[in-house]
């Protein structure tokens, strides 16, 4: 049946009458149209509750899928560009996703996938990506389980300091820079409980929210879940800090590295995966009291297409800024047993039957979590289909070890392993991976047009006004 066929209009227009009346209920008048960019952004509209909630979506520019940086556009790009006249898509509500937002008052939320004229899901949908990838992992038998960890900065707002571009004079919301207080001031604990009030109340399962050692430096931790599940979450949350923090006059921004070699920590976002048959953690092999053979398989895959897939955990020019093992975050494609200088660290826990799992360390808190967590899925399925075993485990400071094979170091390299790989080509598929490749390569020009000797400016602080400009506000 068409996506857009009559029979399925009429069945999605009964589906969402009871919907349309819980959400009235509620309150909601309007929604709010959560719409994912290729950058793990959520875009969107405000509109009334039935027409956002159409079973016919709403129509939406194709441009959201070439966002670059900053909010500028790319009208270059093969998919939308002069030639095509920048044609539109559906904007498809997923109504699983609907919540009413109870602080909003009026306004519910729902997030959207995108689908051709023709009723086929757009393929350079980032979401759309995740979801083939699960179902390629549930065909193994097998479900994901995500939780991811995001680190940020939260700054007190100045308009006029932001409009000069004067980003880094931002004063840091808490004087201190301790990890884990609860004595930092000013308080966070009011930020911190009501971040993780509207989560619940949106279906975002936060567990934990605390400081982290940077000025202004924080970190929250999600419950794990399916990967779906936990980049909707993850890009919710994200939007929703956001909010929260313009309304009490500060500031979040996900930047990677805000200040280079003042002590402060980078921005990093841990994935912790791990592989389920139905609600069994199949990581663990309780009989050998160690990992089991899926996950060494799991592990193998990962390895293998980190170096391709690296574009995807450091996607910015100011991503690569935090590439430094002995800052904990890794340099190459190597794992190891409670090691943070591995690119894959492995935690078994106290209750290694049900935390064990694997700390994927690379990404930073800048990344779109529906790429991240499909090259999981998609590293994790091609250890299970290749069926080799890993390396050992790595020891000590893991750069030392000359075994493991190093990740690209710049924005370029890394454009150049994933463009030359067949491994994206096979599981990304080559319309996607030409697509991001043109629009990383855009950056790229951007930045090098705009900043003398780029490579060498990259290398020394203080982190440039480009970086501050196209970073600050939207990774």
């Known amino acids: 049946m068409s996506f857009f066929s009559k029979a399925a209009l009429a069945r999605r227009s009964a589906e969402v009458r009871p919907l349309v009346e819980r959400l009235r209920k509620a309150g909601c008048r309007f929604v709010q149209m959560e719409m994912p960019d290729n950058n793990g952004y959520l875009c969107g509209k405000i509109v009334p509750l039935e027409k956002g909630l159409s079973a016919s979506g709403s129509g939406i520019a194709t441009l959201i899928l070439t966002f670059k940086s900053g909010g500028n556009i790319c009208f270059t790009s093969p998919f939308s560009n ?26 519910a939320g729902v997030l959207c996938d995108y689908y051709m004229d023709d009723g086929t899901p757009c393929g350079l949908s980032p979401r759309q990506i995740l979801k083939s990838a699960e179902a390629d992992l549930a065909k193994l038998g097998y479900s994901s389980r995500v939780a991811l960890e995001y680190e940020m900065y939260i700054v007190q707002e100045d308009d006029a300091l932001i409009r000069a571009g004067r980003f880094s004079d931002l004063p840091s ?3 201190e820079w301790d990890a884990y207080s609860i004595a930092r001031t000013p308080s966070f604990e009011g930020l911190a409980t009501e971040f993780m009030r509207r989560c619940a109340a949106a279906g975002v399962r936060v567990e934990a929210f605390h400081t982290e050692l940077g000025h202004g430096m924080f970190e929250y931790t999600f419950e794990p879940q399916s990967a ?42 841990h994935h912790n995966f791990s592989l389920a048959k139905g609600k069994k953690n199949v990581f663990w092999d309780e009989a050998k009291g160690d990992l089991s053979k899926v996950a060494r398989h799991a592990a193998a895959g990962m390895l293998k297409t980190l170096p391709a897939y690296n574009v995807i955990y450091r996607p910015w020019v100011n991503s690569f800024r935090r590439m430094d093992r002995l800052l904990w975050n890794p340099e190459n494609a190597s794992w190891a047993k409670d090691n943070h200088t591995a690119a894959v660290r492995v935690v078994t826990g106290a209750v290694p039957e049900k935390l064990t799992r694997f700390e994927h360390r690379a990404p930073g808190s800048d990344i779109n979590p529906y790429l991240t967590c499909a090259a999981l899925v998609y590293g994790a399925i091609e250890g299970l289909k290749d069926g080799k075993e890993p390396p050992p485990y790595g020891k000590g400071d893991v750069m030392l070890e000359k075994r493991w094979a190093l990740l690209p170091h710049s924005l370029p390299e890394a454009i150049e392993a994933w463009s030359s790989s067949p491994l994206v080509k096979a599981y990304f598929g080559k319309d996607y991976m030409e697509h991001y490749a043109y629009l990383k390569r855009e ?20 982190v440039t006004p480009w970086e501050f400009t196209h970073y600050f506000n939207h990774a």
């Open 82 to 107: 002069w030639d095509n006249g920048f044609f539109k898509f559906v904007a498809m509500p997923d109504y699983s996703t609907a919540v009413a937002l109870p602080w909003k008052r009026d306004v």
């Open 173 to 175: 919301f808490g004087r």
């Open 228 to 269: 779906l599940k936990a980049a909707d979450d993850a890009v919710r949350a994200k939007l929703y800090m956001r909010q929260l923090c313009a309304e009490r006059g500060l500031v979040a921004s996900y930047m990677t590295a805000k200040f280079v070699n003042t002590g402060d920590s980078y921005c990093g976002c």
């Open 443 to 462: 950056e790229w020009k951007d930045f090098s047009n705009a900043v003398e000797a780029p490579a060498e400016a990259l290398k020394k602080a203080p």
